[in-house]
Each structure stands twice: as C-alpha cells, then as structure tokens.
C-alpha cells in the first residue's frame, strides 16, 4: 500500500519550473513526506523529505499543504538532468518505505 | 563519502545456480534494507536489518532468498538455486537509525539475469 498518488507522466520545459503534485489524503499526523527520483539504471535518489513545513534544499522545494494531505515538489529550473520518474512517498514506520508507481518527467528543450 | 556500494554491477547466470550480491552501506548508518525492483511490480521491499540483525523479512519472496549481514559494513543477498523470474535489479540502502525521518541512500543496484 503505496498511500500516495501521482500522475503517471509529465512534461516540462527547460529552464522552467516543474511542479510534481503528490495526494496523501490518508497520512497520520507523524508520517513524513519523502522524494525520490530514479534515472535510468541509477538507484533512487533522495531529493527531499518533510513533515508540516515546506522545505527547501539545493535540489528542490516541498510544499506540504496544511491539511497534510497534499504535497507538491518544485524543481526551479529543470534542466535535461532532470528527467526522471519522481517518487512521493509517505514513511509509515523506520521500515515501511514503500515506493509506488511515481511521476515519469520529461524535460523538453 | 563513498555512499552505498554493490556489486556486481551485473550478474548473468543460468537457472539452477547460486547468486550472491554484496552490498557495502554507507558507515555509521546502522540500517539496512534490500529491495528489488521489476516492470511488474516496482520496487519491492525484500529484507530490513538494524544493527546487523534481521528485523523484517516477510517480502523475502521464498526459501531460496537468504541474507545476512556479518558486520555493520558488509551485507548479502544470496539466491539458491536461482529461477528465470528472479530476474531483476537489486538494490541495497542504508539510513541511520534512531531518527524516523532519516532517508534511505541507495547503491546503485545489480542487475540480475537468470538464463
């Protein structure tokens, strides 16, 4: 039970901002937010991770609604290093990471 | 930081034989986790230890899927006897314990392929 939903696929536009949305209207109150994106024949890279407050790192921007049940990563100025399949996670326990089906993104020149 | 480190990159073998992948976490993290990831279905938690213990094996497919971790800087996933749907790539993270809001760091898995 993967707990999050993304859409499969997006497109965006070089040097333009990429805005992948993520619902997790079932989070409790202590369930983190994780991102992680994969490229291609590459092991899954930490992005980000939140519980109430928005974050911000080199990489990337999240924006976690009040209520919890939403989140959304920003990545500023995408470049072609960027496509990817992101994915949105929500940590139910120190062992249950569970990945779902994530965010293909392609960046377009 | 050398961060996560597996290996082989690649392993090809034919149905029947055994399979060890090794996995190096990230030192000082003192949890480790072994998933495996296919079109079909994602990627899938396997195995879990904390300080070199096994915590939590129910995604361990079947009998022939065994792992150990001898020491806090060394693990293993063997298979025996491998299957062609054992196919797949396999990856091993690290996280410190202790802090729930630790993330996972990924090797960069090895790719396995039962002939």
């Known amino acids: 039970d993967a707990k999050t939903t993304q859409p499969p696929s997006m497109d965006c536009a070089e040097g333009r901002a990429a805005n992948l949305p993520c619902n997790h209207s079932t989070i409790s109150g202590n369930e983190y937010v994780y991102w992680y994106r994969q490229i291609h024949s590459q092991g899954p890279q930490y992005i980000i991770h939140?519980?109430?407050n928005n974050e911000t790192n080199e990489m990337a921007s999240l924006i976690i609604t009040e209520d919890r049940k939403s989140s959304t990563l920003i990545l500023p100025h995408a470049t072609l290093r960027d496509t990817a399949v992101y994915y949105c996670i929500v940590r139910v326990a120190l062992n249950q990471f569970y990945f779902g089906t994530g965010t293909s993104l392609t960046v377009i020149p | 930081d050398a961060g996560v480190i597996q290996s082989p990159r690649h392993e090809v073998t034919e149905m029947g034989q055994e399979v060890t992948l090794r996995c190096k976490p990230i030192s000082g993290h003192n949890s480790l986790f072994w998933y495996r990831q296919t079109m079909m279905r994602g990627l899938e938690l396997l195995i879990y230890?904390?300080?070199?213990?096994?915590?939590?094996d129910s995604g361990m497919p079947e009998d022939r899927f065994s792992a150990k971790m001898p020491n806090a800087s060394f693990s293993t996933l063997k298979i025996q006897p491998s299957e062609p749907r054992d196919s797949a790539v396999y990856f091993c993270?690290?996280?410190?314990?202790?802090?729930?809001?630790?993330?996972?760091?990924f090797g960069n898995g090895t790719r396995l392929t039962v002939t």
């Open positions: 993270a690290s996280s410190l314990r202790g802090a729930s809001n630790s993330p996972l760091h």
């Open positions: 230890f904390n300080n070199n213990v096994p915590i939590d």
């Open positions: 939140g519980l109430k």
